[in-house]
C-alpha cells in the first residue's frame, strides 16, 4: 500500500516534474488507481454534501488515538465515524443524530477556555443562525456492541444574521486559547473570544459580499476574496479596532487573482513563511503572507476541491508541500508544489468527490478521505493493479458490401439532413410534414370576454372591447425530442396562451387548442397579422421551425359610423384585376350586412378609443369605375384597413389560378407586378408621417436626459450614504441625513417621470409603426420597378424597435443616407466609387436628426415623382434579352382623363404634380424608369467634384426624336457608362454595396 503521507523517494525521483506533462499523465496512468480501503453512506442519500461537510479531527478521548471522520449533511444529518479496520463494520458507527437546522460546517479546536488537556478538541458545529460548541465524550460498550460518544452542549451563539462560513485560530497570536471568526451573508464579521466577548466588524469598501476567509497564524491577518477576484489582507488589530475607534483602515496588500476561487487554505511551509494555496476556476495558485506570487499552475481540467498539507514538520529543511486536487472527471493529481508526482482515478466512481481530506486511521497511515455529493464516504489509497492483456477475438465474420453500403448511405442521408442547406424548399417541405399545422381565426368577433381569467387591465375591461376566436390544430408524423409553439400578436393584441412547450412528443400525436385573442392595451395597432411559429427538435437533434399566419377580424378594431365627406388624408387605389370585383362587400363584408349596394363605408377605430376624439376612416368606391377612395383625417386608421384591401386583392387574384409573384423570378427593366391586380395613386402623406418621426425622436432624447439626471441623482445618493458611513459616531448626522432623504425622494420623483415618459414612448412607437406601415403598403402598390419597391420596403422597418444604445432613427439612417445618394432614387447625376466611400464615411461617428429627416422627406418626395412619371404599361415587362412580353390588360381599364365619380372629387395630386422630364434621351442613356428633374438646391453633401461616371434614366420604351432623324431605343434600361468603358451594372454594384433586392 502507498499512501499519501508515505510517497516512495524514488519514484517521486524518476517522474517528470514538468507541468506540460500533466495531461499526458492522466491519460497513460490510468494504471494507478485509489484503492478503496474503507466505505460507508451517509444516513442522507440526497445531494445535500459540499466542501464544509467533512471532518478529520481527533478529540483526545483515549491513548494512542487515531483521527475520528465527522460528516454533516446540510438536512441537519450528523455522523460520526471511527474505522478500526479494512472494510466497514456496523461499530465504526459512533453517533448519528439530527441537528434542528442545516449544518453549514463542521470545526475541531480549543473554543473554551476550560480544555485543559492540550490534546483534547471541541467540535463547533456551525448552523445558519448560531454555533454551537460540544464536547465529545466516550461512552464505552458492553459485549460486542462496540463504543459510542455523545455529545454535550458547552455553548451556544445565536446570529442576529444569516451565518455563511467560519474562520478559526489564535487571534492576536495568545497561546493556549483559540478564538473564531463568523462570516455573515451581508459580508459582516462577528469575533467570539472563549471570555464571552463578541464584537462585530466590516471590511472597508463599496461592497463586502460573503467569501472565504483564512487566518494565517504567523502574521496575525486575515486573508479575504473580494467580490472584485482581489485577494486581501487584513490584519487583526485593525479588524478588532475598527469598531471601537470608528477609524478607517485600509489593507494591508491587495493582489490581483483574475478568477474567482473554489477554496482557500494557508498552510505553513516554513519557520519563516506561511503559503496561501488558492484553488481558482482555471488554476491552481500560490502566494506566500507577503502577497508575493509563488508560482501559478494552469490547469487543463475543472477542479472540484483539493487539500494541502505538509509532510513533515515545518521547522525541518526536508519538509514539503503536497497538495491533493480532484478533477471533475474523478482524477486525483498530487503536486510537490507545482510539480505534479502522481495521477490516479476512482475506478468505479461516476461523479468526483465534492471533498477531500488526508487522516490517520488504524493500520492506514495517510489515507486518503472523500466524500461524494450524495454521501458516498470511502477512504483509500494509492496503489497500483496489475495489467492483464487479453488479445481480442478475431471478428472472423465476412465482410458484406451491400450491408456496408446501406449503412454509409444511410448515415450520408443523416449528415445531409442536419447541414445541408441548399435546398431550403425541400426542407420546408419535410418539416411541414413532420409537424403538421392547421391556424385560424374566425371572422365572427365576441363579446362575453372574461376579463377577470385573461387578466385584462381595468381601463380596457371598461371599454369592453371585442374579442375574437381562434383554433390551431396539430399533427405530429416523427417523434419530437421538444416542440415549443409560439404566438406573436401585434403590440396591444394578447393571446390567451403566448406560449406552449411539449417534450417527448410521440409520432401520431395531434391536439387542439382553443385561444382568445383579445385587446390588452389601448394602443394604435399596425397589423391584423397573428404568426404561429413551431419550433421543434426531432429525435436526431435536428431543429426545425414553421410557422403559419392568421389574421384578426376587423370588427375587433371598428365598428360601422356615420361616413365623412371631407377628410385631410386622401388615398385612390385602381383595382386592375379582372378577377376582383371593386365593390365593398368584397373587401369589408362584415360591416355591411342587409347593404348590398353601398358605396360608401364609415368607421370607426375602438383602440386607443379616447373619449375626446373620434377616429373615422371612410372608404368610398365609384359607381362606373374600378377605384376606391381612402381617407381620414388620422395616420392611425389606415395601416389595417390598406392591410385588408390588398391582402384581399392579392389573394382574390391568386386563387383565380394565375402564378404566384413569389415563384417568379425578379429580371431587369421589370415593373412592379402587384400593379397588375391594384394599384395607387402616386401620393404619400409625408408631413403626417415626419410628425410621428418627431414625436418619437423628441421622447428618445426625453428619456436619455431623464436617464442622465438619475444617474447623477444615484451618483449623489452614493456619496452621501459612503460620507454617513465614514462619519465618526460623535459627529452630527442630522444635516447629512436630511440630505439624503431628499436626494431619495427627488429620485423616487424622477424615476415616475421616466415611467411615464415609457409609457408615452410605447404609444408613440405605437403610432409610427401605423405610420410607416401605410407607407409602406402606398409603396407596394405604386408603378415602380419592382427592385425599388423590395429595396425601399427592405428599408422600411416594421415594427419599430428602440434598444439602449440605438434608437429606430438611428438604426434607419444608414440605409436612408444610401437611398439617397446611390440607386434609382438619387437626385446626383454623378457618383463614383470616391463619393461611395465619402457618403459612408460621412456620419459614422455622430447621428445628426436633420439630415435624417430631411432625406427620409427626400426619399418620399422622389417616391411620388417617380411614380407619376410616365412608366411603360403595367404588362410590359421586359426580360433580359431585351424583348418585351406583352400581358393582357383588364376590360375595365380607363382611360387617364376619365372623369372622377367619386363624390366629385379632383385628383389629389392633380395640382401638385411637376412638370415632367422631357423624353429625349440618347439611345445607349435610357431606362425602364424615367426621372424626374429636381428643382430643389443640391444638399452640400450632393454637390461632388469626382469627374467619371454619370447614370441617367430615360424611357425604355420610348422614341428620341430630332431634327430630321427618328431613332428607337430597345435597350431596357440604362447602364452605368463612361466615355471609355463601362462600370458595373446595377445589380453588381448594390450587391457590394451590401443591399440586397
Known amino acids: 500500500m502507498v499512501a499519501m503521507a508515505t510517497s516512495n523517494p524514488a519514484t517521486t525521483m524518476t517522474m517528470t516534474r514538468s507541468v506540460g506533462r500533466l495531461s499526458r499523465l492522466s491519460t497513460y496512468m490510468s494504471l494507478f488507481n485509489v484503492c478503496s480501503w474503507w466505505s460507508a453512506q451517509c444516513a442522507d442519500p440526497g445531494e445535500q454534501y459540499d466542501v464544509a461537510s467533512l471532518l478529520c479531527a481527533r478529540f483526545g478521548l483515549e491513548e494512542q488515538e487515531k483521527d475520528y471522520i465527522i460528516v454533516g449533511s446540510q438536512t441537519g444529518q450528523l455522523s460520526i465515524y471511527y474505522p478500526h479496520r479494512r472494510g466497514y463494520d456496523a461499530t465504526d458507527l459512533l453517533l448519528e443524530t439530527l441537528m434542528p437546522a442545516p449544518i453549514l460546517g463542521l470545526y475541531a479546536g480549543k473554543f473554551s477556555g476550560n480544555v485543559r488537556n492540550e490534546n483534547t478538541n ?31 452542549l458547552q455553548a451556544e451563539h445565536k446570529f442576529k444574521r444569516v451565518a455563511f462560513g467560519l474562520c478559526q485560530g489564535h487571534f492576536g497570536q495568545v497561546k493556549g486559547r483559540e478564538f473564531f471568526c463568523v462570516v455573515h451573508l451581508d459580508g459582516t464579521l462577528t469575533f467570539y473570544e472563549q471570555d464571552g466577548i463578541s464584537y462585530e466588524c466590516r471590511f472597508p469598501g463599496y461592497r463586502a459580499l460573503p467569501a472565504p476567509v483564512s487566518y494565517c497564524e504567523r502574521t496575525d491577518s486575515f486573508f479575504r476574496f473580494s467580490a472584485s477576484w482581489h485577494l486581501q489582507c487584513y490584519s487583526y488589530q485593525d479588524l478588532s479596532h ?6 478607517s483602515y485600509q489593507p494591508t496588500w491587495t493582489q490581483g487573482v483574475g478568477e474567482g476561487i473554489v477554496d482557500m487554505r494557508v498552510v505553513q511551509v516554513k519557520e519563516n513563511c506561511s503559503y496561501i494555496m488558492i484553488l481558482g476556476e482555471r488554476n491552481f495558485i500560490s502566494l506566500d503572507d507577503n502577497g508575493k506570487f509563488i508560482f501559478i499552475l494552469k490547469l487543463d481540467y475543472a477542479p472540484k476541491c483539493f487539500h494541502s498539507f505538509v509532510v513533515g514538520y515545518y521547522w525541518e529543511p526536508g519538509a514539503r508541500l503536497i497538495t491533493a486536487i480532484i478533477s471533475d472527471s474523478s482524477k486525483l493529481h498530487i503536486y510537490e508544489e507545482a510539480n505534479i508526482i502522481w495521477a490516479a482515478q476512482w475506478p468505479n466512481q461516476a461523479n468526483a468527490p465534492v471533498a477531500i481530506q488526508r487522516s490517520n486511521m488504524q493500520g492506514l497511515a495517510g489515507g486518503i478521505v472523500t466524500l461524494g455529493a450524495r454521501g458516498q464516504l470511502e477512504v483509500g489509497y494509492l496503489g497500483a493493479d496489475p495489467f492483464t492483456f487479453q488479445v481480442q477475438p478475431l471478428n472472423i465474420e465476412a465482410l458484406s458490401f451491400a450491408q456496408a453500403h446501406k449503412e454509409l448511405q444511410q448515415l450520408e442521408d443523416e449528415i445531409k439532413e442536419a447541414v445541408d442547406v441548399r435546398d431550403m424548399d425541400a426542407l420546408n417541405q419535410q418539416a411541414a410534414d413532420q409537424v403538421r399545422l392547421s391556424f385560424s381565426i374566425q371572422t365572427d368577433v365576441s363579446e362575453d370576454l372574461d376579463t377577470l381569467l385573461l387578466d385584462v387591465p381595468a381601463d380596457v375591461a371598461v371599454k369592453e372591447m371585442p374579442s375574437a376566436k381562434g383554433l390551431l390544430r396539430f399533427k405530429i408524423k416523427a417523434d419530437l425530442a421538444e416542440l415549443q409553439l409560439v404566438f406573436q400578436t401585434p403590440n396591444g393584441v394578447r393571446c390567451s396562451q403566448d406560449t406552449i412547450s411539449f417534450v417527448d412528443v410521440v409520432a401520431g400525436t395531434s391536439q387542439e387548442l382553443k385561444l382568445d385573442f383579445y385587446i390588452a392595451e389601448l394602443l394604435h395597432i399596425h397589423s391584423t397579422k397573428v404568426e404561429v411559429v413551431a419550433s421543434f427538435v426531432n429525435s436526431r437533434g435536428i431543429p426545425r421551425v414553421i410557422q403559419q399566419n392568421a389574421h384578426l377580424p376587423l370588427g375587433m378594431f371598428y365598428r360601422v359610423c356615420q361616413p365623412q365627406k371631407a377628410a385631410g388624408i386622401k388615398l385612390t387605389y385602381s383595382i386592375t384585376s379582372r378577377h376582383v370585383a371593386p365593390k365593398l362587400r368584397t373587401f369589408f363584408g362584415e360591416f355591411l350586412e342587409g347593404q348590398a349596394d353601398a358605396h360608401a363605408l364609415g368607421l370607426q377605430l375602438l383602440c386607443p378609443g379616447l373619449d375626446k376624439q373620434s377616429e373615422v376612416i371612410t372608404v368610398v368606391v365609384a359607381k362606373s369605375s374600378n377605384r376606391i377612395r ?184 444608414p440605409g436612408i443616407d444610401m437611398l439617397h445618394h446611390f440607386g434609382p432614387l438619387t437626385r446626383s447625376k454623378s457618383t463614383s466609387t470616391h463619393g461611395l466611400l465619402d457618403a459612408t464615411d460621412t456620419n459614422k461617428d455622430s447621428f445628426e436628426y436633420g439630415r435624417f429627416r430631411r432625406h427620409f422627406a427626400t426619399l418620399f418626395d422622389r417616391i411620388v415623382r417617380l411614380a407619376s412619371s410616365p412608366q411603360p404599361s403595367a404588362g410590359s415587362g421586359v426580360d433580359s434579352s431585351g424583348a418585351e412580353q406583352p400581358v393582357e390588360v383588364g376590360e375595365e381599364q380607363q382611360p387617364a382623363k376619365q372623369a372622377d365619380e367619386i363624390g366629385r372629387m379632383h385628383r389629389m395630386l392633380g395640382d401638385q404634380c411637376l412638370p415632367q422630364a422631357p423624353l429625349k434621351r440618347k439611345s445607349n442613356m435610357t431606362t425602364s424608369l424615367e426621372a424626374v428633374e429636381d428643382d430643389e438646391e443640391y444638399d452640400e453633401e450632393d454637390l461632388r467634384e469626382d469627374v ?21 431605343s430597345s435597350q431596357p434600361r440604362s447602364e452605368w457608362v463612361n466615355e471609355d468603358f463601362e462600370l458595373p451594372t446595377t445589380e453588381e454594384l448594390f450587391s457590394d454595396l451590401g443591399i440586397w433586392w
Not at 467540535?123 to 465529545?136: R, S
Not at 404619400?684 to 414625436?695: F, G, K, M, Y
Not at 467619371?948 to 428607337?968: D, L, V
Open 122 to 152: 471541541q467540535l463547533g458545529v456551525l448552523l445558519p443562525n448560531a454555533i454551537a460548541i460540544y464536547n465529545v465524550q466516550a461512552i464505552g460498550g458492553l459485549a460486542e456492541h462496540g463504543a459510542q460518544v455523545r455529545l454535550q
Open 242 to 247: 475598527s469598531l471601537m475607534t470608528k477609524s
Open 630 to 813: 381612402i381617407q381620414s383625417d388620422y395616420v392611425e386608421t389606415f395601416a389595417m384597413i390598406l392591410e385588408r384591401l390588398v391582402q384581399t386583392t392579392l389573394q382574390l387574384d391568386s386563387s383565380a389560378g394565375l402564378l404566384k409573384m413569389d415563384k417568379k423570378k425578379l429580371k431587369r427593366g421589370v415593373l412592379n407586378r402587384r400593379v397588375e391586380r391594384l394599384m395607387a395613386a402616386p401620393f404619400l402623406p409625408t408631413q403626417p408621417i415626419l410628425h410621428r418621426v418627431d414625436v418619437h425622436h423628441e421622447t428618445q432624447q426625453n428619456i436619455r436626459k431623464q436617464t442622465e439626471k438619475m444617474e447623477d441623482l444615484w451618483q449623489q445618493f452614493k456619496t452621501l450614504q459612503r460620507q454617513l458611513q465614514e462619519q465618526q459616531e460623535q459627529e452630527p448626522k442630522e444635516a447629512l441625513t436630511m440630505q439624503i432623504e431628499t436626494n431619495y425622494d427627488q429620485l423616487i420623483l424622477e424615476g415616475d417621470k421616466l415611467v411615464d415618459i415609457r409609457r408615452d414612448e410605447r404609444r408613440q412607437r405605437c403610432d409610427l409603426n401605423c405610420a410607416v406601415a401605410l407607407a409602406k403598403w402606398i409603396i407596394q402598390a405604386l408603378n415602380l420597378e419592382e427592385r425599388v419597391v423590395n429595396v425601399v420596403g427592405s428599408v422600411l422597418s416594421v415594427p419599430v424597435e428602440d434598444w439602449t444604445e440605438l434608437s429606430w432613427e438611428e438604426s434607419m439612417a
Open 948 to 968: 467619371g461616371y454619370r447614370k441617367e434614366y430615360g424611357t425604355g420604351t420610348g422614341t428620341g426624336t430630332s431634327t430630321g432623324t427618328q431613332k428607337t
